[in-house]
């Protein structure tokens, strides 16, 4: 499967942004989906994960209240919703596509099957 992010941005503090993650060659709903992202000088990190279902969402604690990941299988497409951005928010995010139902903080990126290219989010003072 082939994913691509897009939608990121330049936006000020307390700004919004959605990101989007669409899938071609197979059926999105095989895949559990996470979001990670990758600032200036840092190692990639965990952002938000959803099963192929979407009744599972689990969030690192920095954006918990904050973002939003959900999906529309029938779209071929992960949203990850970001309200209240802040300068920390800043950095390249990336999607990531796994046959296991899950994708969370402690699954080895290494081992996920599927990344897209990332999408750059900037969040000015």
């Known amino acids: 499967v082939q994913l691509q992010a897009y939608g990121g941005g330049l936006v000020q503090a307390g700004d919004s942004l959605r990101l989007s993650c669409a899938a071609s060659?197979?059926?999105?709903?095989?895949?559990?989906v996470g979001w990670f992202r990758q600032g200036r000088g840092k190692e990639r990190e965990f952002v938000a994960g959803i099963s192929w279902s979407g009744g599972w969402t689990y969030y690192a604690d920095s954006v918990k209240g904050r973002f939003t990941i959900g999906r529309d299988n029938a779209k071929n497409t992960v949203y990850l919703q970001m309200n209240s951005l802040s300068p920390e928010d800043t950095a390249v995010y990336y999607c990531?596509?796994?046959?296991?139902?899950?994708?969370?903080?402690?699954?080895?990126?290494?081992?996920?099957?599927?990344w897209g290219q990332g999408t750059l989010v900037t969040v000015s003072s």
């Open positions: 990531a596509a796994d046959r296991r139902d899950q994708i969370t903080p402690t699954l080895g990126q290494s081992t996920i099957d599927y």
């Open positions: 060659g197979r059926p999105f709903s095989e895949y559990a």
